[in-house]
């Protein structure tokens, strides 16, 4: 019972911090205005590079990807079970934060930071290397992070860290429920690939 507390209030401090809406947060401060009413609406980095000001689109990718990275780190760093449940916390956070009425960003982000809090070598270089493969191949920048979602759990697995790599692989079914969007659009061929103008 004290352990399912103690992993309930970890999974709590993961969904706060997670929640964030860093998006929202760094382009009212960066004069940038209300990301919502921008592009897609979303509050992602993607998103934010609409508003034109790369740095804060930039800024917006780090605190994204950290704010469920550095809960992991500070609290708990080379213990599985809590660090799984900040980081599910953290990731669920992100994609339904309670301040925005549950309408938050898709995660990748997010999800990246994790890979570098939990299996940084094993997940973070099969998501790299499989981002860039795909994105010089295809050049869809949507379809390069859906397929390196699926390659870095299958790693982390195949390495033998299976809880890690089980909350990976939910990490990557919920990461593809909110690209479902830019999936129809991959199907129908509407999709923008990286590079094109309008």
């Not at 605190?63 to 550095?70: E, F, P, Q, S, T």
């Not at 997010?110 to 270089?125: D, E, I, M, P």
């Not at 050049?139 to 809880?163: C, E, H, K, N, V």
């Amino acid at each position: 019972m004290a352990i399912a507390i103690l992993l309930l209030m970890n999974f709590a401090v993961g969904y706060i911090c997670g929640s964030i809406p860093f998006g929202l947060i760094i382009t009212k401060l960066g004069g940038a205005g209300d990301v919502r009413s921008i592009g897609s609406g979303n509050i992602g980095a993607t998103n934010v590079l609409r508003t034109g000001k790369k740095g804060l689109a930039v800024l917006t990718l780090l605190c994204d990807a950290l704010k469920g990275a550095i809960p992991i780190w500070l609290i708990a760093r080379g213990h599985t079970e809590p660090a799984i449940a900040i980081a599910a916390g953290a990731f669920i956070g992100h994609l339904f934060p309670i301040w925005l009425g549950f309408k938050g960003g898709k995660g990748i982000a997010t999800y990246v930071g994790l890979l570098l809090a939990l299996a940084w070598w094993q997940g973070f270089v099969a998501f790299s290397a499989t981002w860039l493969i795909a994105a010089a191949v295809f050049r869809y920048s949507s379809l390069a992070a859906l397929l390196a979602t699926l390659a870095a759990p299958a790693i982390i697995w195949w390495q033998g860290d299976t809880y890690v790599a089980y909350l990976f692989f939910a990490l990557t079914a919920l990461a593809w429920f909110m690209h479902r969007a830019n999936i129809t659009r991959l199907l129908n061929g509407s999709e923008g690939k990286i590079g094109a103008k309008g």
